[in-house]
């Protein structure tokens, strides 16, 4: 008898992640599902070769690659008020030039990311169901957070733990004091939950890979955030399960 509530709540998290499986099935190809959104090459290749990016996004919005490619060495701002407003709109996103504008001159880089992010989220969804996927009409990863994650990453941490069902406070202070090890724990389990097959993670969290990985990581929390994924069955560093 003193069993019987371990096991309701070991059938309520059996019963969770059926709803969760059969909703991923239902929603996303299995093949759409075994890679990062955001792949440590795809994070290295903007930060070492922009234009190049620059130049498969304008491919993507049926534009001239060239000339984007060419418009991101000369002018990044000016291209990206051109390309930023596009790619929102293949989301079902309202971007204005004035806002386009703004954050191309007042925060490029950010706004570099936060496009690139949603483009590679539309890669995912490539057979054109995206207007049918849950946040649609919304930015992936905003300008605002992309500045969070750069400025105070202990934050972004504190929420993927949470995210995971984990100690925020617990994880947030395991990213300050050790955050390759905290990438150890976590990036397996964010993998997990969206059918990603992780299994070098000791080689990614080196220092030389550790900034592109926790930008896969990270983008790819964001996916499962905008639609309302979890899994309470995970625990972050040093964390007990909720029970």
Known sequence: VARLPAAKQRSRRLLHLVVIDKARSETEPPQMSRAWLLPCSAQLQAMVCPCSITR????????????????????????????????????????????????????????????????????????????????????????????RASACPCLVARDMCEHLGGSGTRGCVCSIVCPCCFLHDVAPKIASLSNIHEDRVCCKILPCGCCCYMCAVFTEYKWQHSRGMGANQFVCPGVSSKE
């Open 56 to 147: 498969d996004m304008c491919y993507h919005v049926e534009g001239s690659g060239v000339l984007g490619c060419l418009g991101m060495m000369v002018c990044p701002c000016c291209t990206l008020v051109n390309l930023g407003p596009k790619i929102a709109k293949k989301s079902g996103i309202e971007e204005s030039g004035s806002a386009s504008c703004l954050k191309a001159f007042c925060c490029t880089t950010c706004y570099f990311q936060s496009v690139m992010d949603e483009y590679r989220k539309q890669l995912r969804f490539a057979d054109g169901r995206m207007s049918t996927m849950p946040g649609y009409g919304r930015w992936l990863v905003t300008v605002h957070e992309v500045w």
